[in-house]
């Protein structure tokens, strides 16, 4: 049976460029496992869709494979930092479903 749910912590980090969206780094350990158990589920640019739950707030959004670093990047919305405080840099504590 596949994992579906991940739970981990990351620190969040800002792409350079104008519009600042910010980002949350998936494990490298977690990133393998889901790579691993979903790749053939994977959506354009190998997106996979998700559930994910930070604090108090849940969210349905994709994860991106990045190659530089081995992981998959999760966008944080500009809504979802307002409504939870997220600051770049903060360490979050990530709940993450895998809905493939």
């Keep these: 049976m596949q994992k579906r749910r991940y739970q981990f912590s990351a620190s969040v980090w800002v792409y350079p460029g104008v519009a600042a969206w910010h980002f949350l780094s998936v494990p490298k350990k977690?990133?393998?496992?889901?790579k691993q158990?979903?790749?053939?589920?994977?959506?354009?640019?190998?997106?996979?869709p998700v559930a994910v739950t930070i604090g108090k707030t849940t969210w349905n959004t994709s994860i991106f494979p990045d190659t530089k670093s081995g992981t998959y990047l999760l966008p944080l919305k500009?809504?979802?930092r307002k409504r939870e405080h997220i600051f770049a840099k903060e360490e979050l504590r990530v709940s993450l479903k895998i809905e493939a």
Aim: aromatic share 10%; glycine share 16%; charged share 25%.
């Design 30 to 34: 977690e990133s393998a496992g889901i």
């Design 37 to 48: 158990a979903f790749h053939e589920k994977k959506r354009g640019w190998g997106s996979l």
């Design 78 to 80: 500009a809504a979802v």
